[in-house]
């Protein structure tokens, strides 16, 4: 069975300040390791005159490719941190930067860790984590008449409604996990009383919510 996996839906950007050094956190979904590259680029360019950049990404469904840069500090102080809330919260698919403007307050070791630490899990805590499952697309076509039926049922199931086309039908484009596909369109056809054609298409990851 394929793996579900926890991820960061949609970026998010907060800021603290401690020992008037500003820590801005960002967090973004990334597919590869290309596409978090880009968006550590992204908040470097942002970020110029920035006394360091820290981030750490897991850019894979498996948790195989993690990478961290300390960007500057003492090492161990930032990357690591930042990766080991990834993994404490089960995020894969994430990168996180860190971006510090130093106060002029030393953190310490001790300090430092815990900086970049909650910087990451205050920014996650608030991001919009969605579960990547394998899905299977399906293909609804009722008349006009069944409309209504067909909206109520689709807004009370656990599916993503991903187009709607009117012509001679209308016709519904879903994704439904996949482990639940085949009852879903058992209960569906009973609920139309048979007034429904369902057509299967094609399997991927999509996005629930939790």
Do not use: W
């Not at 394929?2 to 979904?29: L, N, P």
């Not at 069944?146 to 991903?162: E, M, N, P, R, W």
């Amino acid at each position: 069975m394929e793996k579900s996996v926890r991820t960061v839906y949609t970026g998010r950007e907060s800021e603290k300040i401690i020992e008037k050094s500003r820590f801005i956190t960002y967090s973004e979904h990334v597919e590869n390791e290309e596409e978090a590259r880009a968006f550590i680029a992204d908040i470097r360019s942002q970020h110029s005159l920035a006394t360091h950049v820290c981030f750490a990404f897991v850019a894979d469904k498996l948790g195989n490719l993690q990478r961290f840069s300390d960007d500057g500090e003492p090492q161990g102080t930032a990357g690591i941190p930042i990766l080991e809330v990834l993994k404490a919260k089960k995020l894969y698919e994430t990168a996180v930067a860190v971006v510090r403007y130093f106060g002029g307050i030393k953190l310490g070791a001790g300090g430092l860790v815990r900086a970049y630490s909650s910087a990451a899990a205050e920014n996650l805590d608030g991001a919009d984590i969605r579960v990547l499952e394998m899905c299977a697309e399906r293909f609804v076509e009722v008349e006009y008449t069944g409309v209504d039926s067909a909206q109520k049922f689709i807004s009370t199931h656990t599916c993503t409604l991903l187009s709607t086309d009117y012509g001679e039908r209308v016709r519904f484009r879903l994704a439904v996990k996949k482990a639940d596909a085949d009852g879903f369109e058992r209960e569906l056809t009973d609920y139309m009383q048979g007034r429904v054609r369902v057509e299967k298409g094609e399997e991927y990851y999509a996005p629930f919510k939790e």
